[in-house]
């Protein structure tokens, strides 16, 4: 009987030596590269969601990284750049994750109250986790550092259009064609993001919101008024 060895990528270090397991050959200059530069945004995705924008600075980026000074401003030469590209990192790879999970739990249901309300849930829980609140930790500090705040603008407008494509393969074609879907899902964005920003400071269930029942009601209604 065969048995798998289960590999460790909870850390940046360990991630470091995962890969290098079954290497047969020195990795090349781009290979080194791409590696510490992950290394450096994963370690920044940490310091942000653990510690807040006050506590993720280079140097703590950096010790957590464990890579030199040198290196980590070869690839980001200022902070702001370096979290909004470890938000943008964080976030996508949480919409390639919400992607095949809508794929596998909206796969058979129609268009119709089923379908509205899983769509729903679905969209809610995405503000419960990280990179909701790296975002917010960004907004937040933004207000009053016009550097950050150049630096977020541009990739905001990328990560929310990313947003919406993946919100329309949840929701489905047919929903997605009707004629106030549009007006429905700024509603839901907008409302979404101000009700999980409560959750920063109130310790209850998310998925139990009272306002989940309001926006399935809403959204039905915008959807059948057509």
Known sequence: MSTSRRIDLSTPAAYARAMTVGR?????RSERTADSRLLIL?????CLVEDGYAGASTLAVQARAAVSRGRLLHHFPSRAELLVAATEHLATT???????RAAAEMSGLPPGPGRIERAIDLMWATFQEPPF?????????ARTDPELRAALRPEERRLRTAIQDVG??????EIAAAPRYAELCELLFTSMRGVAIVYAFEDRPAATDPHLTLWKRTAARLLEAE
């Open 133 to 141: 609140w790296a975002a917010v930790e960004l907004w937040t500090a």
């Open 24 to 28: 047969t050959a020195p990795r090349t």
């Open 94 to 100: 949480r919409l390639a994750e919400i992607r095949r």
């Open 42 to 46: 994963e370690a920044a995705v940490t």
């Open 168 to 173: 329309d393969e949840i929701w489905g074609p």
